[in-house]
C-alpha cells in the first residue's frame, strides 16, 4: 500500500479516537491521488522475474558436451543437420533437441558373469552369449565385444530410421548372423585350434555387412572373441587329444635327440675314416714319391752309360782282373761280352771251393 494512504488512515483513526461522543460524525474530504510511479516499478520487477520463471521451467535451450551431437526436432521433423557441441536455443513447445551419444560404445556377448560397470549413461551394454551350431549340429556357446560408434554426421537420419535403441537393431542382429555363419562351418573340436582365422574371419565379415548399411550409420572399431564355449563331451575328447599330441611329440623330440647323437657318431666316424685316409694317401704319395725319384735316378744313370763310357770302364776292370791274376795265377776268369763290368769266376787250387764275385 502506498505511503501516503497509510498515514492519511492513521490520522483518520486518531481523529475519530479524539472526536467526543454525540458531536456529529464529520467525513474527511476525498483526495486525488497522483500516480504512484514507485508501484509501477515493483510491477515490472514482479513481472520480469516471472518471465524469467517460465523461461527456467521452459528451458528453451540447450547444452552439447564434446562427445555429442544434437538433433533438433521441429513439429516432429528431423533436422538432418546435427548441432555440435555448445550452447543452442530452440522455440520451447514447438521444437525440441534429443542429445545423442557419439562416443565409443561396447556391447558384450556372455554368459551370466559380471562384466563391470554397465548401463545406457556408461555406454556399456550385456547382451547373452552367441549360441551357434557348429558343422555336426552341436552347440556351442560364443562370447565376445564389440566396439562401435555413431557416424556423428549421420545421426538425424540414423535415429530417424532406427530410433534411439538403433544398437540392437543395427549391431546385435549383424553379429549374430556373421557369428552362426562362421563357427556353423567348423567341427566343435577344431575352434580352439582353429581360434585365430576365425576371430579374423568374423570381425572381417561383420565389418563388411556394417558397411553395406544405408548412410553408414556406425563406425566398427574392434570385435574381440573372448572365449569358445564347447560341450563337456567335446572337452573331455580334446583334452585326450591334447594329451597324446603332447605324448608324440615327447616320442618324437626323443627320436630326434637319438638322431642327432647317431649322426654325431657317424660324424666322428667319417672324420676318423678320414683321417686314415688322409695318411694312407701320405704314405702312397710318399712311396710313389720315392718310387718316381729312384725311376729317375737309374734313368739318369741309364743315359748317362755311353759305349764309351762302358768300354772304359771294361778296360778298368780288365785292370783290376790283371792285378788279381798276379796273386792267383790259378784262377780262372770268365768275361761276359757287351757287359760294363763282367762277371768274374775266379776257380781256387781248391776246386770244391769256389767264389762268385759280381760287381
Known sequence: MPIDLNEHLKKKNMNREEKPQG??????????????????KLGFLIAGVVIVVLLVLARPFVVIN???????????????TPLQPGFHFFVPILQNVIVVDTRVRIINFSRTEDMGVM??????????AISVMDSRGLSVSIELTVQYSLNPTKVPQTIATYGLSWEQKIINPVVRDV???????????ELPIKRNEIAQMISTN???EIAKLPNS???LDSVQLREIVLPNNIKEQIEKVQIARQESERVRYEVERAKQEAEKVAALARGEAEANRVRAQGVADAILIEANAQSKANKTIADSLTSRLLELRQIETQGKFNEA????????????????????WVDSKNKQKSTSTNR
Open 217 to 219: 550409420p556406425v563406425s
Open 179 to 189: 557369428v552362426r555363419s562362421v563357427v556353423g562351418r567348423y567341427p566343435a573340436e
Open 325 to 344: 791274376l798276379k796273386v792267383n795265377k790259378n784262377a780262372q776268369i770268365f768275361l761276359t761280352p757287351g757287359g760294363a763290368v763282367p762277371n768274374i
Open 66 to 80: 564434446s562427445g555429442e551431437v544434437g538433433i533438433k526436432v521441429t513439429a516432429g521433423k528431423y533436422d538432418n
Open 206 to 208: 561383420i565389418q563388411d
Open 23 to 40: 458531536e456529529p460524525r464529520r467525513e474527511t474530504p476525498k483526495r486525488d491521488f497522483t500516480p504512484d510511479f514507485g508501484g509501477k
Open 119 to 128: 548401463g545406457k549413461n556408461q555406454g556399456i551394454f550385456r547382451n547373452d
